[in-house]
């Protein structure tokens, strides 16, 4: 069975301080595929980035960066001079292979409840 | 591009009746994925639907069900209602079954007292 662990239930910095939301997986999978959503008060859930299970390069979009090391199974989301807008609720989630015999669904973490002070 | 259209938005309901969420996926997506979403069990995958078909269902009872049409709609059904059925649905379209590249809609936040 999948498992996704978001131990971080809420964070509260000041605007501007860097921020690190920590993510645990478990699988027996070999393929997977992880993925960072943030979730804004309005509940959609907005796509960060997703991450196959064969690529271990670190990634930076602008303030945002991830860190996955299959080692230690994490997968963890940097934000770097955080911002007001950045307050959202923030999702790690773990899937399988891809498969066209359906999917079986994102296997989430409870997720992470950031909050940026100004 | 027109994003992916969940309605109603809100929705009370009462113990034991039924209801009906309806979604419109992104033009051009053919699958339809459902998840719940509940401050207890966080967001759970309820089932997905390509081509009419239902593909693949989550470890939820029968009471829940959906269906998709031929222009990709999807509705999903939740009868006999309960009070631990209020949450928040969520429903992801994507190009293909079985893969990931969901958006999501806002959802429906529906209500059961």
Request: hydrophobic share 30%; aromatic share 14%; glycine share 10%.
């Amino acid at each position: 069975a999948q498992k996704v662990t978001q131990a971080q239930t809420e964070i509260s910095v000041v605007e501007k301080e860097d921020v690190t939301l920590d993510c645990v997986y478990e699988t027996r999978d070999t393929t997977y595929y992880l993925f960072w959503y943030k979730q804004p008060p309005s509940g959609e859930l907005v796509f960060l980035i997703r991450r196959n299970s064969f690529d271990e390069q670190n990634e930076i979009s602008g303030r945002y960066s991830w860190n996955f090391q299959k080692s230690t199974s994490s997968f963890n989301f940097t934000i770097t001079a955080s911002q007001v807008v950045d307050s959202a609720v923030y999702f790690c989630a773990l899937s399988g292979p891809y498969s066209g015999g359906g999917a079986d669904g994102l296997t989430f973490g409870k997720g992470t409840h950031l909050i940026i002070q100004p | 591009k027109a994003g992916v259209t969940q309605t109603p938005r809100y929705l009370i309901k009462t113990r034991g009746q039924q209801v009906t969420l309806s979604c419109s996926p992104i033009s051009g997506h053919r699958s339809v994925s459902w998840y719940q979403q509940t401050p207890g069990q966080g967001l759970q995958f309820l089932f997905e639907y390509f081509s009419e078909t239902q593909r693949n269902k989550g470890n939820f009872p029968g009471r829940f069900s959906g269906r998709q049409f031929s222009n990709s709609r999807s509705e999903m059904n939740v009868s006999t209602l309960e009070l631990g059925d209020s949450a928040l649905y969520l429903c992801a379209s994507s190009l293909a079954t079985g893969g990931y590249d969901y958006t999501f809609g806002s959802g429906t936040r529906l209500t059961v007292v």
